[in-house]
């Protein structure tokens, strides 16, 4: 199998699910596909390698990785780059004056590239300031919500959005400590975690906490649903979307709009997950759901 790997220092980016996205997207000569989160180009540089005259829109919140990906796209013409979030798609599309697209991919969540930058404080694993911003424009940082949200808030977001049902102690602790010394850092705050909280899952205990705030951070949720809910009106007859989600929740979105959706017709079933040789070659991927609608005129609303 060729192996496709964005490349940035030493960290390497392996594009989820490829093989399936390229049968999935159905690309046809002369199409304009969106690649809504194109992070340092590993699908767009797979499409645009499978067809020549295809173009594509890529899309990114941050700034680093378009560029990384201009970088890996350079022998290309037949794209653009463009740093927006996909919940704007509306008013990018328009800007360009694209009325219809034959195909959208979604790829959430963060790329290992921007996990494993100490800046950028993603990595419960790796020391860095408590940022978690795709767009480091935005003010809201997770130090931020760590360190200044009241306590039910916190509660909230933790047990909705990390799904960690018994918070409430952890989050005193929380509370009590920052009145003494604020949390500045991520290896702090993992620290502090694991040292007052038990974990249940065979994860680190910081994961689902890291998680919630990053989610809070970049509204994730929301500009998922907003993502959604405008690319479809984008879509010709037979245009297809394609997400790839990586959690139960971006999961449950994604789930629920193809089926609630007037006009879409669901193409998988069941989510499309990766094969053992994915798995073996890119352990991260394990999480991976894809799931694929499509544009269908003649459905009854
Ligand atoms: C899993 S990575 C994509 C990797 C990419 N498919 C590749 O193969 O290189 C997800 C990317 O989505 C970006 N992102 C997250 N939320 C976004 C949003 N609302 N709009 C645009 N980009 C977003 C992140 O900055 C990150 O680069």
């Known amino acids: 199998m060729e192996k496709l790997l964005i490349k940035s220092g030493n960290e390497i980016h392996y594009p989820v699910l490829k093989e399936e996205v390229l049968k999935w997207i159905n690309l046809k000569d002369g199409g304009l596909y969106i690649d ?5 180009g590993g699908h767009s540089k797979f499409l645009l390698s ?6 594509l829109i890529c899309i990114d919140k941050d700034e680093k990785m378009l560029e990384i990906a201009e970088e890996n796209l350079k022998e290309f013409k037949n794209y653009k780059l463009i740093k927006s979030g996909f919940e704007n798609i509306d008013e990018i599309l328009e800007k360009e004056r694209i009325y219809k697209v034959d195909g959208f991919l979604f790829d959430l969540g963060f790329s290992l590239l921007q996990v494993k930058d100490p800046e950028r404080g993603f990595s ?3 020391e860095g300031p408590l940022d978690m911003r795709y767009d480091r424009s935005y003010k809201l940082t997770a130090f931020d919500i760590i360190n200044k949200w009241k306590r039910r808030d916190l509660i909230y977001i933790f047990k909705n959005y ?3 049902k018994n918070c409430e102690k952890i989050v005193d602790k929380i509370i009590e400590r920052r009145e003494r010394k604020k949390f500045e850092t991520t290896k702090e705050l993992s620290e502090f975690i694991s ?4 974990e249940r899952k ?4 910081a994961t689902r906490f890291f ?16 993502g959604l809910e405008k690319s479809v009106n984008f879509l010709k007859d037979k245009g297809r979307i394609l997400v790839i989600s990586f959690n139960s929740l971006e999961d449950r979105i994604v789930k629920n709009f193809l089926k609630e959706k007037n006009k879409i017709k669901i193409l998988t079933k069941k989510p499309l997950t990766p094969s053992e040789q994915e798995l073996k070659e890119n352990p991260l991927s394990r999480s991976a759901k894809l799931r694929v609608g499509e544009k269908d005129e003649e459905e009854k609303e």
């Open 36 to 40: 809504c989160t194109c992070g340092t």
């Open 202 to 205: 065979k994860i680190h205990p």
């Open 211 to 226: 998680l919630a705030l990053r989610i809070i951070v970049n509204n994730e949720l929301e500009c998922l649903k907003i």
């Open 124 to 126: 419960f694993q790796i």
């Open 50 to 55: 499978s067809r020549k005259n295809i173009f």
């Open 162 to 164: 990390g799904e960690i």
């Open 195 to 198: 040292q007052n909280f038990k």
